[in-house]
C-alpha cells in the first residue's frame, strides 16, 4: 500500500520477526502453499501472526463468529460464511437473517473474528533457543488512517499486508491470545505500524529531538509551497519525475481555467464573461485558446495558470527522453497534425505532451487512434514541434513530407447525408487495400473519418426510423460485427461491419460517452450528447458496454430523444380505465402505481397522467433514472445511485421541498416504497412504478416487501399494469367479417379467468356488448396485415399499449388488509369492473390495433 500516492508511508521499526520454518511466505500472506497437492491448493486461508509461536493459517471449514464495523460506524454482530478476497466480497449472515448476505469490501470498516487464535506454550523438552522463537510474540502499535476520516489505533501482534487489505492480530490476554481483524484497501488511506520515525531516533540516539523539530519546520515549508509553483520552477527531465508529478496533480482540487487566470490577475471577470458569451457561438474552442485569440493573456500566461492553479506537470521537451513505445502508439502523421508529443507508456495509459490540455478534441482523437487512456502535461509550444521532429527521425521516420497544421475536430465537418450502406463500402474497400487488413484489432489511422461518419449515420437513421436501442454485437474471430435496431419492440438487422474495425468501434462510441477505453473486462454506463458531433440533431443517448466471452464488448445505446408528454386521452386506455384514473388522479392525496416490465411504457404513461393534473397551482417534483421525458412546470431530479443519491433520498428530500405531488421513477426497495406511502399518507399525491407482472400481483409483491397492510390499503388508489404490443400496419391492414368459430375462441379466452359467480358475463351478453361497441355496423371484423414496404414487410408498425386498472374500492382495501392472496384480490377486482391484460388485448385486437398472436406473446390467461 506504500506504493500509492494518496497514502502515508508505513514506517516499521524494531527487529524483523522470525520467520516460521515451513510455509511462512505462502500460508502467512494467505495462501495455500501452492506447491503442496492437498485438496484446498491455492485456496486463500486467513492469516495468522506471523510468528512460530502461532499455528499456521488454515483453510476455513465452518463459518466463524465476527464483528463488522458499517462504514458509518455501525456495529453487527454475524457469522463469516465465506471470505473471497480475490472478488473483494464476504458473505455474512446476520441473525436473525437465515440468508448468506454477500459484502463487498467497499461496504464496510473491519472485519473481527472474535474467536481467538491461542499461541503454543514454550516446552521444557526444546532447547533454550527453541523456547525463544516459541515465545517470541512482540506488540506494536498501529494507527490506520480511512479514507472517509478517522483513524483506527490499537496494538497488533504482528501484521499481514496484501492487495487485499491489512490483517491485523489484536491481543486479546497477557497469555498472547489475539483476534484476526481484516481492513480492506478500499477504505485504507494510510497505514503506520511502529513508533513514529522521529521518535524512534531520538530513542535511538541517532538524532536530537532539536533536529526532528527542525526537519519538521522544513517539511512544512515545502508543504505550503503551492505545487504548482514547484511545477512551474522545477520542469521534469525524468520519467519517474513525471509519474510522481501526476501523481500530485491527481490530488489537485479541480479548478477552471477562467477561475485560475482571474486568480492570477491575469483577467477580470467582465473579461471572462464576455470570452464565455463568444465562446456560445463556437463551443468547439477551448476557453484558454479563445482568451488567447482575443487577446486577453499571452500564450506563456495561460501555461503559468494551467501550471500553477490547475497542477498540469510542465515538461522540458528538449531534455526528456521520449519512450519509443509510445512513440510507436502514435504514427507521426496524428502526432504532427495534432500538435502532441508521446512521452510515455505505461501499460494502457499514455502520456503525452500538448500545449493546451483542455482540448477534448485532440484528447479525444489521439485515444481513438492509440485505444489507450490519454493523460496529458504541459510543454512550450515552441518545444513541441522541433521535439516530435527529432523523436521520430531516430525511429526512421520521414518528418519532411508532413506539414504540422492545426487539428480540426471532426464535429467541425458539416454532416453530409450519406448512407449507411456506402459507407460500409467504402470502410470495406479501404481495408482491402490495406496489406495489414488480416490483422485482428489493427489501429485505424486511414479509415478514422469514414468510421466516425458510419457512426454518426447510424445513429441518425435509428432515430428517424423510431428506433429505441441500437444493439452492437462483436463476435470472435474473424466474424463480423452486427448491429441491430430495436424497433417497435422486436429486434431487426441493420448492418455488419468487417471483423477488424470491433475495436475501433467500441472506442469510437466509448469516446462519444467519455469512457475507459482502456477498461475491457468491467461494463460501464455512459451518455452521448449528440448534438457535440451533429449540432442539428439534439438527441442524447445512454450507452452501456458488456464484457463477454473472448475478451470482446458489446455496446447497447437506448435513444432518449427529448420526448414530449402524450395527452392521457391518447395513450390508448379504455373508457373504463381512463374515468377510473382520472378519478383517482384528482385525489389530494394516496398512490397510484404504474407496473409492468422494463420497456413497457410505465414512465410515458405517468408522465402522461402529470401533464392531466399539471397546473400552476400545483408544486410537482420527480425523481427519475434517467430523465427521458421533459415537460414545462416540473422540478425533475435525476438520481444517481453511484454518489449514494437514491430514489429513497430524493424523496426523502422531496418531503423537505413543498410538494403537491411526488413521482419517484421507480420502486427499489422496501425503503422507498415505506416512505412513497407515508409522503401519501401525509397529503400528498405519488405517483411511482414497480416491476412486476400484474395490478393484484404488485399488492402481494408490496405487503411481501414488508409494507404496513393498513396504512398501505389506506394510501394506494389504483394500480395501472401496462403492456406494449405491436400494432397492426394501417397501409396494409385488410379486415373481413370474423367468423364463429373465431369468435367462440376469443369468447371462452376472454371468459376464462371469471370466477364462477352470478356476475361473470354470459357468452351471448359480451358476444352482444362486442357487437355494440367494437363491431362495424353491428358485425365484428378479423384484421390481418399481410406486409407492405412501409413497415418494412413485417404486418406491424408501431405500439399500442394493453392496460389492466385495478381501482382499491372499500372491498378491495378490506382484502388488503386481511393479506388476501393475489387470486382473491383479481375475483373481486373483476366483479368491479377490471378487465385483465388479456381482456383488454382481445377488445384491442377486435378494434384492429393489434394482432392475438401479440397479445398472447405479452400476457398471461
Not at 486467513?46 to 458499517?70: D, H, K, L, N, R
Amino acid at each position: 500500500m506504500s506504493d500509492n500516492p494518496e497514502r502515508i508511508f508505513r514506517i516499521e521499526v524494531g527487529p524483523p520477526a522470525p520467520p516460521r520454518e515451513q510455509g511462512v511466505d505462502f500460508q502467512s500472506a494467505g495462501f495455500a502453499d501452492t506447491t503442496n497437492d492437498s485438496p484446498d491448493n491455492g485456496t486463500f486461508r486467513w492469516p495468522t501472526p506471523p510468528f512460530a509461536t502461532y499455528p499456521v493459517a488454515g483453510v476455513q471449514q465452518e463459518s466463524e463468529p465476527c464483528q463488522i464495523v458499517g462504514l458509518n460506524g455501525r456495529v453487527m454482530q454475524g457469522r463469516l460464511n465465506f471470505f473471497v478476497p480475490t472478488e473483494h466480497v464476504a458473505h455474512i449472515q446476520v441473525p436473525p437473517a437465515r440468508t448468506t448476505m454477500p459484502l463487498r469490501f467497499n461496504q464496510f470498516r473491519t472485519i473481527l473474528l472474535t474467536r481467538p487464535i491461542e499461541p503454543k506454550l514454550a516446552d521444557a523438552g526444546l532447547s533454550q533457543h527453541d523456547n525463544g522463537v516459541l515465545a517470541e510474540r512482540p506488540v506494536t502499535d498501529y494507527r490506520v488512517h480511512l479514507v472517509a476520516g478517522g483513524t483506527l489505533e490499537g496494538d497488533t501482534i504482528g501484521h499481514v499486508e496484501n492487495e487485499f487489505g491489512l490483517f491485523l492480530f489484536p491481543p486479546v490476554d497477557e497469555r498472547g491470545a489475539v483476534h484476526r481483524l481484516f481492513v480492506p484497501t478500499e477504505v485504507i488511506a494510510g497505514v503506520e505500524i511502529g513508533p513514529l520515525i522521529g521518535q524512534a531516533l531520538i530513542d535511538s540516539q541517532a538524532i536530537s529531538a532539536e533536529d526532528v523539530e527542525q526537519a519538521v519546520e522544513v517539511q512544512q515549508t515545502l508543504r505550503n509551497q503551492k505545487l504548482g509553483d514547484i511545477l512551474l520552477t522545477q520542469k521534469v527531465v525524468s520519467p519517474d519525475q513525471l509519474i510522481a508529478a501526476i501523481e500530485r496533480q491527481s490530488q489537485m482540487p479541480m479548478v477552471r481555467i477562467g477561475e485560475a487566470l482571474i486568480a492570477l490577475g491575469l483577467i477580470t471577470e467582465d473579461q471572462l464573461q464576455d470570452a464565455l458569451k463568444q465562446q456560445q457561438t463556437d463551443r468547439t474552442v477551448p476557453l484558454g485558446e479563445l482568451l488567447v485569440r482575443l487577446g486577453m493573456v499571452s500564450r506563456q500566461d495561460l501555461l503559468s495558470a494551467l501550471a500553477r492553479k490547475m497542477g498540469y506537470p510542465l515538461v522540458d521537451l528538449d531534455r526528456f527522453p521520449a519512450d519509443p513505445d509510445a512513440l510507436n502508439k502514435v504514427p507521426f502523421s496524428v502526432a504532427a497534425k495534432l500538435l502532441v508529443a508521446p512521452l510515455l507508456l505505461r501499460d494502457t495509459t499514455l502520456i503525452v505532451a500538448v500545449e493546451d490540455p483542455s482540448k477534448r478534441s485532440v484528447l479525444s482523437e489521439l485515444e481513438f487512434v492509440t485505444q489507450c487512456k490519454i493523460v496529458p502535461v504541459l510543454a512550450n509550444q515552441s518545444q513541441l514541434e522541433w521535439s516530435i521532429r527529432d523523436a521520430y527521425a531516430k525511429l526512421g521516420a520521414d518528418v519532411t513530407s508532413v506539414m504540422f497544421a492545426a487539428f480540426t475536430d471532426p464535429a467541425d465537418l458539416e454532416m453530409e447525408s450519406v448512407d449507411s450502406g456506402k459507407l460500409v463500402e467504402d470502410l470495406e474497400k479501404e481495408g482491402l487495400d490495406n496489406k495489414t487488413y488480416q490483422e485482428e484489432d489493427r489501429p485505424i489511422e486511414q479509415s478514422d473519418n469514414s468510421l466516425v461518419r458510419l457512426i454518426n449515420t447510424m445513429i441518425i437513421e435509428a432515430y428517424t426510423q423510431g428506433v429505441s436501442d441500437i444493439h452492437v454485437e462483436s463476435y470472435p474471430g474473424r466474424d463480423k460485427i452486427k448491429i441491430r435496431f430495436r424497433k417497435d419492440g422486436a429486434l431487426v438487422p441493420y448492418l455488419e461491419l468487417p471483423h477488424n474495425y470491433r475495436s475501433a468501434m467500441i472506442a469510437r462510441i466509448k469516446i462519444m460517452c467519455d469512457l475507459d477505453i482502456s477498461e475491457r473486462r468491467k461494463p460501464q454506463d455512459g451518455k452521448i450528447n449528440f448534438a457535440r458531433f451533429v449540432p442539428q440533431y439534439r438527441l442524447e443517448l445512454r450507452v452501456a458496454t458488456i464484457p463477454t466471452n473472448n475478451g470482446l464488448e458489446d455496446v447497447v445505446m437506448r435513444i432518449l430523444s427529448s420526448a414530449r408528454p402524450m395527452p392521457l386521452d391518447k395513450i390508448g386506455l379504455s373508457n373504463y380505465n381512463l374515468t377510473r384514473l382520472k378519478e383517482a388522479l384528482e385525489r389530494p392525496y394516496g398512490m397510484i402505481l404504474c407496473v409492468g416490465p422494463t420497456g413497457s411504457g410505465k414512465t410515458t404513461t405517468l408522465h402522461s397522467a402529470l401533464s392531466f393534473i399539471n397546473v400552476p397551482e400545483r408544486k410537482i417534483w420527480t425523481a427519475e433514472d434517467p430523465v427521458e421525458i421533459t415537460q414545462p412546470g416540473l422540478r425533475q431530479v435525476q438520481v444517481n445511485p453511484k454518489i449514494d443519491w437514491t430514489f429513497a433520498k430524493a424523496l426523502r428530500a422531496f418531503l423537505r421541498a413543498d410538494p403537491d405531488v411526488i413521482m419517484v421513477g421507480e420502486i427499489r426497495d422496501h425503503e422507498t416504497a415505506d416512505m412513497g406511502v407515508e409522503a401519501s399518507l401525509t397529503g400528498h399525491l405519488v405517483l411511482t412504478t414497480l416491476h412486476t407482472n400484474s395490478a393484484p400481483e404488485t399488492v402481494t409483491r408490496l405487503l411481501d416487501m414488508g409494507m404496513d397492510p393498513f396504512n398501505f390499503a389506506d394510501a394506494l388508489l389504483v394500480v395501472l399494469a401496462q403492456r406494449l404490443v405491436r400494432r397492426l400496419c394501417t397501409c396494409c391492414k385488410v379486415s373481413e367479417p370474423a367468423s364463429a368459430h373465431y369468435l367462440d375462441d376469443l369468447i371462452k379466452e376472454y371468459l376464462y379467468v371469471f370466477p364462477e359467480h352470478e356476475e361473470t358475463p354470459t357468452p351471448e351478453s359480451l358476444l352482444a356488448d362486442w357487437q355494440a361497441r367494437l363491431g362495424q355496423d353491428g358485425v365484428l371484423m378479423s384484421h390481418s396485415s399481410k406486409g407492405c414496404p412501409q413497415c418494412n414487410h413485417t404486418g406491424y408498425k408501431g405500439r399500442a399499449g394493453l392496460h389492466e386498472l385495478l381501482s382499491v374500492s372499500r372491498e378491495i382495501r378490506r382484502l388488503i388488509q386481511t393479506g388476501a392472496n393475489a387470486e382473491t384480490l383479481l375475483h373481486q377486482a373483476l366483479k368491479q369492473g377490471m378487465r385483465t391484460l388479456r381482456q383488454d388485448g382481445i377488445e384491442k385486437v377486435l378494434s384492429g390495433i393489434t394482432s392475438m398472436e401479440e397479445v398472447r406473446a405479452s400476457s398471461n390467461t
